[in-house]
Structure formats: C-alpha cells, structure tokens
C-alpha cells in the first residue's frame, strides 16, 4: 500500500516535469521562432531590393525606379551620434553619482526617478523635444531629433553605469585606497575603468534601442528627401523612412521600406552581438 | 615613551623618534604603538581597549580564532576602518611616534608608509606592469618613465617574482596563479616605498608551495620593512614571526616572543589556544 503510494506519487512527478518542461521548452522555442520569422521575413521581402544604389543614393521621386536611402542612413547615423554626445555623458555622470556619492535615500529617489523617465512612452518625449528645441528654433532639425534621443539615452547609461559601478569588487577599491590613492583617483583609475566595459555595453544596447525609434523623430528631425546638411536641417532617418514608405501606395516604396528594415535590424543586432562578444573578452584595460 | 601632543605630518622621519633612552639599545625601537584602542562598528564593539607596541624591522604575528578582530585591528594601522561606515575609534595609534588618528593627518600619505596586502589576492584587471605601476603613478613617485620602469622591476624583484613575469609584463595579471596574484600585490605594496607592512592572512588562500614562497619572502622582508601579519595559522606563525599576539574576543590576551607564546604562555587562555584545545 505504502509502496504503491511512492510509485504514484514519482509517476505524478514525472508527468508533471514532463509537462512542464515541455512547455516551458515550446515557449523557448516559440521566442525564437519569432526573431528566426521576422529576420527570414525580412531578408525574404528586403534582401531583393537591397543594392549598391541603397546606400548610396537619394530617393528618387514618385514613379521613378531606383534610388536609395543614403540619406536615412547618413541621418540616423548623425541623429545617434547626437544622442550619444548628449545622453550618454549626461547619464554617466548621473549614474557615477548615484553609485559612488549619493546617500541611500536620494540614490533610491534618483533610481526611481530614471526608470519612470525610462517609462516615459517615447511619442512622449518626441513631444518634450519639439517643445524644447523645435518651437524655439521655429523648424525641425537634426538636433531636436538628436536631443529626444539622447532623452531617451540617460536612463538607460544611468542604469547601465549604476550598475556595472556597483558591481566592482570593494576588493580592488580597498588595494587602491591602501596604496595611497585618493577617492577620486581610485574611482577614476580603478572602478571607472574596471567598469568601462559593461558601461559601453550598456550603452550600445541603448543606443541599438533608440536607432529604430520612429515616434520622438516624427516631429523633431521630421524627414527630408535630400541630403540634410549640418544640424538644423530636417533630416531623413531610417524609422521614419520605413514609416514614410511603408504607408504609401507604391509598390516599389514597400520594397524599399523592407530593404530599409532589413538595414536597420542587421545594424542593431550587429550592435547587440557586438556588445555581448565585448562583455565577455577577457579583462585588461590598457593604460 | 614620548608623547606628541600636537599633531605632526606623517612624514617620513629618518631617525627614529623612539630611539631614545633605552630604547635606543633595541634593535627593533616602537614603530607602531596602540595605546587602548577600541574600535566600534556602529553599536558593535570589536575591539577592547587594546594596547601594543609593534617592534620594527620584524615580524608581528596577530593570531587567534575567527572573528577575534585580528583584521580590525590590522586596519586600524593604516585607517582602512574609516572607510567602513559608522565606525568610531577610541585610544590612539602611533607611528613613529605620531598619532595617526590626530586632526589634520593626511591619510593618504598614512597609507603610502603602512601598505596592506590583502586575504584574497586583489590586483586590478590590469596588466602586471599597470598594477606595480599603479602606486607610483598615483603619489608621482617616478621622476621619468625609465625610473618608473626600475621602480617596477625593484618591486618585483624584492617580491620574488620578476623571473615569472619578466617577459610578460604587459599581460593581465588576472593571467597569473593565485600565489603569483598574492606576490604580485606584495610587489604593488612595496613600490610606493612603505616603512610597515600589513598582511591579513596573505596566504589563506594559496597551496602550500605557494604558501611557502610567501613565507620566504616574509623572512626576507623583514630586513627592510615592519610587517605585522594576520594567520589563522598558528604553524604559520610560529615560523615567520618574531613576536606573537594572541587576539581573543576583541581583547589582546597575549604578547610575547613567538617562541615563548607557543611553549611557555603566560596565560592559561593562550595556552588553551596554541595547544588547540579550542579554536
Ligand atoms: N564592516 C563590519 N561591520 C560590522 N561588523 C564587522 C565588520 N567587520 C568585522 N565586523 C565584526 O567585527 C568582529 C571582528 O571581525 P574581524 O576583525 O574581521 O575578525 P578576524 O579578522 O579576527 O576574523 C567580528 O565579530 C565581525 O563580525
Ligand atoms: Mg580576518
């Protein structure tokens, strides 16, 4: 009786591992049957319409074959550059602070404060630019564009830098506090360096996010068909290209939104591998 | 002894403060004095008035059961408990004769004559050059890069490790074994030219050649520099040691030559403890 009880009690057991690990296992799968879908789809409808003449030249107009999105491309390379002069210093410092100087209570308050600002819906934040930097400067541009990134860039670096700050052994703060260094010199010369690499990767993710943000360029950086010279021009981007293009009634345009899209994903998951592969080489900061 | 009652810079004194009356005829004159040193982690006494003269140009060895604040009491000789916080230090320290707990003392120049080497082996994930380097370039010891590149050379010399990583120098320390770790850190606390040094139980986590090496290397030291170390290994300290402090719940029980601790205890407690009836 006792005996019959164990074997059904491990039979149920059994059944219920089987059961859980198979669905949990078909999930798993499911996660990646859909990044496998959405590049396969994307290759399949973009990769015919992906030539030379894609990174190299300016759309051409309605009708006419042809042409490419250099300018996109040249635009969200300069909107990131943006967003990553402004944001990621700004956030930097914010998360140096956070984790090195700020007492418990405003160090809870200002992590509190970067996730609901890391909540904030981007469309949000497009609307803050266009409020600080478009209706001031009377036009769209690259820099309004620039700054609702970098916006979106300081919760994500403060993060980033808070947590890889924190993640420093005490030990190597002590060995250097022993020897004579001073608190600064210590954070500067051990724990920043120490950190720097999970930092950048922090940031390249980041960065990676922002690169395929369409909402907060809508009404900053807006889009041009040409090439948008320095900063203060309205300026075509790779989102809002896809966006542009692949709400209009041309056929041609969809193929190229799909080249687009195709572009935009390879750059991002270029930058995540690239960020990964970094974290993982083996520690030594020159210098 | 003498007292200073004003509070003179840690600076380097080339002739020993201490050295006078009777003292003068020792061969190992104060160099570090604690007078009823207490030591509180906020409301958490760890350390009962305890009082010790550290002789100079030997070996110190602090033992006795875990948590008997033997590290506390390590870091009381170069301040690394004020990085702790809410501590509080009653009595005072001295070295050379000069309270290193005063108003007005600088800590940092403190730290550059009492190095600190750790229980784990700590170096910076940096190359082994970069770590000797680290302490010279941050108190701008060298006068050019070849005097940096001697004074890194000089350092892993009297560490016993230039041989091994002479031709790989600019290679991550993090490369090295556990016991050329820990004397690549020695390296590191030798180059800023400290007069003491501090070893919390350097070698508890090597294997015993390794251990053997940093042994060697003590005895070496002992020349030049005031070691005071931390062990838990009362073999350990029986051969590196000159003079043994038994530690017991905070209190100092016992001072005495090392050899005269392990045979001939003046306490019952001490001798309860070296001849491991507990501990
Ligand atoms: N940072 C700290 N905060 C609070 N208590 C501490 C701290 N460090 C050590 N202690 C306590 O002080 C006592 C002495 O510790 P320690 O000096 O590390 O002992 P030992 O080195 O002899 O093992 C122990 O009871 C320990 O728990
Ligand atoms: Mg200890």
Redesign the pocket.
Known sequence: MKIDRVALTSARRRSVNVLMLGSTALCAALTVAALAFVLGYLVYQGGSSLNLAFFTRLPTPVGEPGGGMANALLGSAKLLLLAALVGVPLGFMAGLYIAEFASPGPAFALRYATDLLNGVPSIVIGIVAYTLVVLPMHHFSTIAGGVALAIMMVPVTVRGTEEFLRAVPPSLREASLALGATRWITIARVVVPAASRGILTAVMLGLARVAGETAPLLFTALNNRFWSHGWTEPTASLPVMIFTYAIAPYDDWHRQAWAAALVLLALVLTANVAARVMVRRPAVSPG | MTRVTASPPIARPRVERHATGAEAESPHPVKIATERVSLF?GG?Q?LHDVTLDIGSNQVTALI?P???????YLRTLNRMNDI?PKTRIAGRVTLDGADIYAAGVDVVALRRRVGMVFQRSNPFPKSNFDNVAYGIRVNRLASSRGDLRERVEASLRRAALWDEVKDRLHESALALSGGQQQRLCIARALAVQPDVLLMDEPASALDPIATQRIEELIYELKRDYTIVI?THNMQQAARVSDVTAF?WLGKLVEVAPTEQLFTNPREKLTDDYVTGRFG
């Open positions: 982690y958490k760890a006795g875990s948590g008997c604040g033997k590290s506390t702790v931390v530690f």
